[in-house]
Nanobody, 131 residues
Framework: QVHLVESGGGLVQPGGSLRLSCAASGFTLDYYDIGWFRQAPGKDREGVSC????????YYASSVKGRFTISRDNAKNTVNMQMTSPKPGNTVVYYC????????????????????????WGQGTQITVSS
């Protein structure tokens, strides 16, 4: 069976750090473009960070640029996102998603995307930033 599983969520204090992991089973992430998305209550899901499978290029939403880092760990078949100084607010659910390698730019993967373009979605991991 094919699965994506996110982990690493929880409660984090403002100014703290957290690392989310997206682990794949049943397929190899090497050949997939990966995106991290988040959804706050009552809001649309938005792209946070994406990484291309072809050249490893990355994209970050302006709200997280400089604070979040996406990376691949091919040996573990995972994609991680290191989050530094997440901003306090509502509890947010972070999702990872995978789409087969293609010619779409890494920015388009995160900005001009449709859920159907991503073959696999994880179940989400919840993050609460609070002191």
């Amino acid at each position: 069976q094919v699965h994506l599983v996110e982990s690493g969520g929880g409660l984090v204090q403002p100014g703290g750090s957290l690392r989310l992991s997206c682990a794949a089973s049943g397929f190899t992430l090497d050949y997939y473009d990966i995106g991290w998305f988040r959804q706050a209550p009552g809001k649309d899901r938005e792209g946070v960070s994406c990484i291309s499978s072809s050249d490893g290029s990355t994209y970050y939403a302006s709200s997280v640029k400089g604070r979040f880092t996406i990376s691949r760990d091919n040996a573990k078949n995972t994609v991680n996102m290191q989050m530094t100084s997440p901003k306090p607010g509502n509890t947010v659910v972070y999702y990872c998603a995978a789409r087969p390698w293609g010619i779409t730019s890494v920015q388009a993967m995160c900005v001009n995307w449709r859920p159907s373009e991503y073959n696999h979605w994880g179940q989400g991991t919840q993050i609460t930033v609070s002191s």
